[in-house]
């Protein structure tokens, strides 16, 4: 099975500065043949259902703003919030789509 | 635009099941997956397993394989999750979910959550 663990758990952020979350796989999720990685990400936030923002790694969500951005290939992922907004206070959640479906346990965002 | 309306919680005892259902609008159902997740309170998000409703092909985490069974209905568009030999640690909000594509297991539209208590 592959297992994601993201870091760190919690994070806090000053508004306007840049959060940085990341995901390491236990195994590669790069398919090599079709060049991509199998990874995505989700924001939660308190009694709403989780909304995806990346998959690919790195291709943005219709509607996601730009300030959102993934990076990292085979078993190492980043997601960046390049200005931390106040309405970007959630939990965030990797996923792999590689291997069946795992999620990275969360990491949650506040403001400083 | 899909929308993904799911029925209201759930209270069972140890030992029954549960069946929630999840209610697609559009009209893609048929060739759409839909994917039943969970979380339980404070812990993080659990797939459970798939289904193709043109097809009926499904697919189970395999810790769920013999307890869980996903079905749907094509005439109301609805997906269907069940849980049998319920434990409090089956205590969780179930969702469903809507795959981006054909074999692009991830997820950009989701039901708003089922609460599922077990208590006895």
């Known amino acids: 099975d592959i297992v994601l663990t993201q870091s760190p758990d919690s994070l806090a952020v000053s508004l306007g500065e840049r959060a940085t979350i990341n995901c390491k796989s236990s195994h590669s999720i790069l398919h090599t043949s079709k060049n991509k990685n199998y990874l995505a990400w989700y924001q939660q936030k308190p009694g709403q259902p989780p909304k995806l923002l990346i998959y690919?790694?790195?291709t943005r969500d219709s509607g996601v703003p730009e300030r959102f951005s993934g990076s990292g290939s085979g078993t190492d992922f980043t997601l960046t919030i390049s200005s931390l907004q106040a309405e970007d206070v959630a939990v965030y959640y990797c996923q792999q789509y590689f291997s069946t479906v795992a999620f990275g346990q969360g990491t949650k965002v506040e403001i400083k | 635009q899909v929308q993904l309306v799911q029925s209201g919680a759930e209270v069972r005892k140890p030992g029954s099941s549960v069946k929630v259902s999840c209610k697609a609008s559009g009209d893609t159902f048929s060739t759409d997956t839909f994917t039943w997740l969970r979380q339980a309170p404070g812990r993080g998000l659990e797939w459970m397993g798939r289904i193709v409703p043109g097809v009926g092909m499904t697919n189970y985490e395999q810790r769920f394989q013999g307890r869980v069974t996903i079905t749907a209905d094509k005439s109301t568009n609805t997906a269907y999750l069940e849980v049998t030999r319920l434990t409090y640690d089956d205590t969780a909000v179930y969702f469903c979910a809507r795959d981006f594509g054909m074999a692009q297991y991830f997820f950009n539209y989701w039901g708003q959550g089922t609460l599922v208590t077990v208590s006895s």
């Open positions: 690919w790694a790195s």
